[in-house]
């Protein structure tokens, strides 16, 4: 992967997108309630290198009742020039109360 030199857009996609293009080595992890993480230690391995960030409860940190698309949020949190590629993935918390995004960049 090439690194950006800010003049270009970074390469933005979603996480499904990502897997088809780079079929990346899967690694995995355990939560606490014995649930399997596969994206972040994917992303975060010592292959990839990505850096993230993770916004909880995006619902209420973007007013609940606009709608926002997660490519907004990506956009709001990141500079897009400074980097070359951008991942992102939305989840909901496992008792639904809410929807959260992790966004890797490099």
């Known amino acids: 992967m090439d690194m950006n030199n ?12 990502f897997k088809k293009l780079f079929n990346p080595q899967i690694f995995y992890r355990l939560d606490g309630l014995g649930g399997k993480l596969t994206v972040d230690p ?31 949020i990506v956009k709001d949190q990141l500079d897009i020039f400074k980097y070359t590629y951008i991942v992102y993935y939305t ?8 929807k959260a995004i992790d966004i890797y960049y490099i």
């Open 6 to 17: 800010n003049t270009k857009s970074a390469n933005i996609m979603t996480w499904t997108k």
């Open 42 to 72: 994917t992303m975060t391995s010592h292959n990839l290198k990505f850096n993230h960030i993770q916004i909880m409860d995006i619902d209420e940190h973007y007013d609940y009742d606009r709608t926002i698309k997660p490519l907004d």
């Open 91 to 98: 989840w909901r918390h496992r008792d639904f109360h809410g």
